[in-house]
């Protein structure tokens, strides 16, 4: 966080560890103008561990199906609901239904819902996870959410999966500011 802007932040650990090795905590800077949302793994094991993760950042958007996101032109995919099929993204993205796509992509994106630009910039990952449920909605999500939210997500997943040896400690961020 800018020194000169004031702001809050938090610090986060589980009560109880997912994996015996590794000890996470979250890390939350926001004041403004800026969010910063930075999940730390320390592997406190004795034997390297290969790890996966994601972000998992969910944006209230103004219309889901008017968002376009920049910054992905060029940039290799897995279609997850295509059978994991690969791809290559041509021009910038745009949401029509459900989407579940894997880019290989260290670069930033800016969403644009048609109201306000969003700068995405990730640390620590290599893939950016774009997902919107489309029709089929989860059981916890209600009918009007789905036209007001798209996940752009940082993470490490089966395209750049992380090796935590005894005493590392693995960064995931995402920092979301007015674009």
């Known amino acids: 966080m800018d020194e000169h802007e004031e702001g809050v932040e938090l610090h986060l650990s589980p009560e109880q560890r997912l994996h015996q090795q590794l000890a996470p905590r979250l890390v939350v800077q926001a004041n403004a103008n ?3 949302v930075e999940l730390i793994t320390e592997h406190t094991g004795e034997t390297p561990v290969k790890m996966s993760g994601a972000l998992h950042t969910y944006l209230a958007v103004a219309d889901t199906f008017a968002c376009r996101l920049e910054g992905l032109l060029g940039a290799r995919y897995l279609d997850k609901l295509a059978g994991f099929a690969e791809g290559e993204q041509q021009g910038e993205l745009g949401v029509r239904g459900g989407i579940d796509r894997i880019y290989h992509s260290n670069a930033e994106v800016t969403l644009d819902d048609g109201e306000r630009r969003l700068r995405i910039a990730r640390q620590g990952s290599d893939s950016v996870v774009v997902w919107h449920p489309g029709e089929t909605l989860p059981e916890d999500t209600p009918g009007e959410a789905a ?7 940082a993470a490490n997943t089966r395209l750049d999966p992380v090796w935590l040896v005894p005493g590392a400690q693995h960064p995931l961020g995402t920092t979301l500011s007015r674009g």
């Open 34 to 36: 800026r969010l910063h």
């Open 147 to 153: 036209r007001s939210l798209l996940c752009v997500e």
